[in-house]
């Protein structure tokens, strides 16, 4: 359990796993700013869901992957519930392509969106972190960062950069109680896997010791364990939620 009130925002809060995430944070209690990049709609949907099950939140629109987006975010969210304290780097995109064809556009698009992002929603929620000497920032890679993947290039490349980023964070702040970690999904049923198609699911499922790909919920309960008061002694780790994969 999240201590009671706690400010957290989900990145890409919308849908899929950043949806899980947001209602199990407010499940634990944490006042939750949902980010969505286009669909205002769908964020106002999971707001609805938080507050008719008896929780606080807010939807907060923003490109992560712009600072001057960054910061009119974070201005709002202290406007309404004061410094973040709980960050989750969630959101993220995909533009596979082998690298012979892979264009500028689909590398620097992945690296902003994926990577420059978390660069600047932490040093932002690091002023209020510091200052309050409490925090937790949790950010979304993959198994891909950490193994590679075919067709993967730009995507593992900003995967495995959250985890030296993260390494190297956690380190600078950890005096100050506020701890810095990753969790790494493998294949889970959202939008950007059913994009696959059945066929790559069901290869995908064959690799899988527990025989079957994992939910979004299954990708927050490891969110909301990093979030709470008993994880105060773990930082600058990864934690892989992938059904054991074999790598
Ligand atoms: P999804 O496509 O369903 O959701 C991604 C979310 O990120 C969406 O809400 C989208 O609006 C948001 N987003 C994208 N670009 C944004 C931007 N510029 N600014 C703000 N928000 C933006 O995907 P998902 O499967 O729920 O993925 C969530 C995270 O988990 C991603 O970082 C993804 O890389 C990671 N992940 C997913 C899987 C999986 O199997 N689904 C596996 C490993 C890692």
Not at 171 to 178: A, D, M, P, Q
């Amino acid at each position: 359990m999240s201590e009671p009130g706690r400010v957290a925002l989900v990145t890409g809060g919308s849908r899929g796993i950043g949806r899980a995430i947001c209602e199990r944070l407010a499940a634990d209690g944490c006042r939750v700013a949902v980010n969505y990049s286009r669909r205002a709609d769908a964020a106002e949907e999971v707001v609805a869901a938080i507050v008719a099950a008896g929780g606080t939140a807010i939807a907060v629109g923003a490109d992560v992957g712009d600072a001057s987006a960054v910061e009119a975010m974070f201005t709002t969210i202290e406007s309404a519930f004061g410094p973040v304290e709980v960050l989750v780097n969630n959101a993220g995109i995909t533009r596979d392509g082998l690298l012979m064809r892979m264009s500028e556009a689909d590398w620097s698009d992945v690296l902003v969106t994926n990577l420059s992002s978390i660069y600047l929603c932490t040093r932002r929620a690091m002023k209020g972190m510091v200052r309050a000497r409490w925090g937790r920032v949790i950010s979304v890679s993959s198994v891909s960062g950490i193994a590679g993947n075919p067709g993967q290039a730009n995507y593992a490349a900003s995967k495995a950069g959250i985890i030296g980023f993260s390494k190297s964070v956690s380190k600078e702040v950890g005096s100050r109680n506020i701890t810095v970690n990753v969790v790494a999904p493998g294949f889970i049923e959202t939008d950007m896997t059913d994009a696959l198609g059945e066929g790559a699911k069901s290869t995908a499922t064959d690799s899988i010791a527990v025989g079957r790909l994992g939910t979004p919920q299954e990708v927050a309960s490891a969110v909301g364990y990093l979030a709470s008061p008993e994880a105060a002694y773990i930082t600058g780790h990864v934690l892989v939620v992938d059904g054991g994969i074999a790598l």
